[in-house]
């Protein structure tokens, strides 16, 4: 098991940045794929990024290529979600999620989840 606790969501104008945060404790993190989530109301969660902890391989959703970058800092415990050039339709509840896999890509099953964060883009 590992717990998981994001931090770092709010309110941002369209065009602005934020830096998502997620603390994590338990299970060995440089051993696990980390993974950022995202659901907004009314829609399914979706896959936003991930980042292998072998190789630091990463994967992308099309619709945040080139304006988020995840990145992991393991003597820290903490993986983080830079996003840049914000989007109205940005806006939802941000997850932060543990995978025992190996790689990273829009499969990739993650077994532990955080409560999220709150990102809130306004137009």
């Known amino acids: 098991q590992v717990q998981l606790v994001e931090s770092g969501g709010g309110l941002v104008q369209a065009g602005g940045s934020l830096r998502l945060s997620c603390a994590a404790s338990g299970r060995t993190f440089s051993r696990s794929t980390m993974g950022w989530f995202r659901q907004a109301p009314g829609k399914e969660r979706e896959c936003v990024a991930g980042?292998?902890?072998?190789?630091?391989?990463?994967f992308y959703t099309d619709s945040v290529k080139g304006r988020f970058t995840i990145s992991r800092d393991n003597p820290k415990n903490t993986v983080y979600l830079q996003m840049n050039n914000l989007k109205p339709e940005d806006t939802a509840v941000y997850y932060c999620?543990?995978?025992?896999?190996?790689?990273?890509?829009?499969?990739?099953?993650?077994?532990?989840w955080g409560r999220g964060t709150q990102v809130t883009v306004s137009s």
């Open positions: 980042i292998s902890w072998i190789g630091g391989g990463t």
């Open positions: 999620a543990a995978s025992s896999a190996v790689v990273v890509g829009s499969r990739t099953v993650y077994e532990n």
